[in-house]
């Protein structure tokens, strides 16, 4: 089996920074695109950020230019550094990775609050 361990959210001030980290362990061969998606109270589940397994990324317009996502192969662990938290950033962050090319798994979520 596989499994998604997430951390690193918290409660930060508007302006502040927080780095989320997923690390994937199990029976894996290979892992595609790894995702990061938010949930707010109310709201759908949205795409966040991607990052492909060569490397190319691409993001929401609501964080283009905040928040970075990262992987490293070695450690079958991706990152979302994100910068300039806002009140609107509030939400329930998942991790989602494709493995194997097939299967889709995703983390148990970590909340992110963003006090104004």
């Known amino acids: 089996q596989v499994q998604l361990v997430e951390s690193g959210g918290g409660l930060v001030q508007a302006g502040g920074s927080l780095r989320l980290s997923c690390a994937v362990s199990?029976?894996?061969?290979?892992?595609?695109?790894m995702d990061w998606h938010r949930q707010a109270p109310g709201k759908e589940r949205e795409l966040v950020a991607r990052?492909?397994?060569?490397?190319?990324?691409n993001y929401a317009d609501s964080v283009k230019g905040r928040f970075t996502n990262s992987r490293d192969n070695a450690k079958n662990t991706v990152y979302l550094q994100m910068n300039s938290l806002k009140p609107e950033d509030t939400a329930v962050y998942y991790c989602?990775?494709?493995?194997?090319?097939?299967?889709?798994?995703w983390g148990q979520g970590t909340q992110v609050t963003v006090s104004s």
């Open positions: 990052i492909t397994s060569a490397g190319f990324t």
């Open positions: 989602k990775v494709r493995v194997q090319n097939f299967y889709d798994y």
């Open positions: 199990g029976r894996i061969f290979s892992i595609g695109a």
